[in-house]
Each structure stands twice: as structure tokens, then as C-alpha cells.
């Protein structure tokens, strides 16, 4: 069972990138997905999620810059970014999520983290 990020890099302040996690597995098909970011010196944060059905949270402070979705036949969450500001940069991580009790968008609900995936945002 794992979970594999792509798609980070390096953009101009402005811009946009647009994250892949691909998920693989027993049951990875039905997963709730979340992105998570870690900033060099800060701790991680929840940045977006969505289940099967396609119901989606977003952080406050990437509503209207962040769309996430994901195909189901694919098995693949993305994270379309947009508007990429300096403090946008950071490892960015998805995980799938396993404690439906807890907030969707902290690392406690997640038992199942791929590799990062660096994006950095130049002024």
C-alpha cells in the first residue's frame, strides 16, 4: 500500500503547479486523501482533503487558490495551486486518512503518508 506525490517544483510567485498523489494498494481506490505541507522550521499543517464521494475541505488560507479533486478510476488525488505566494512554499505530503473522528485536516487522522514533494515559490 503506498502513496506517491509528484508534480512540485519551482514557480514564481504568481503562478501555478498542480500536485498528483497517486495511491496504490487493497481498498487505495475509496481512500479519503488529505495534503498536508511542512515549511522548513514550521510544523506541518493540513492544506486540503476530499473522500470518495468528492466532499472537500480547504485550509482558510488556500480558499480560492486550491482546488482539490481526484479520479477515482486513476486512483490519483491532485492539487491544482494557483496564485502561489512565497509562503506556499513547503514539502508538500498526502496521506490517507483513517480516524474519521478527528479534524480532516490534522496529521492525527492519517495513518498512511507517501513521500513529499518540494515546492518552492520564488518572489
Known amino acids: 500500500v503506498q502513496l506517491q506525490a509528484s508534480g512540485g517544483g519551482l514557480v514564481q510567485a504568481g503562478g501555478s503547479l498542480k500536485l498528483s498523489c497517486a495511491a496504490s494498494g487493497p481498498g487505495s481506490d475509496t481512500w479519503y486523501i488529505g495534503w498536508f505541507r511542512q515549511a522548513p522550521g514550521k510544523e506541518r499543517e493540513g492544506v486540503s482533503c476530499i473522500n470518495y464521494e468528492g466532499d472537500k475541505v480547504y485550509a482558510d488560507d488556500v480558499k480560492g487558490r486550491f482546488t482539490i479533486s481526484r479520479d477515482n478510476v486513476k486512483n490519483t488525488v491532485y492539487l491544482q495551486m494557483n496564485k502561489l505566494n512565497t509562503e506556499d512554499t513547503a514539502v508538500y505530503f498526502c496521506?490517507?486518512?483513517?480516524?474519521?473522528?478527528?479534524?480532516?485536516?490534522?496529521?492525527?487522522?492519517?495513518?498512511?503518508w507517501g513521500l513529499g514533494t518540494l515546492v518552492t515559490v520564488s518572489s
Open positions: 496521506a490517507a486518512r483513517g480516524d474519521y473522528n478527528a479534524d480532516p485536516l490534522t496529521s492525527e487522522s492519517y495513518f498512511r
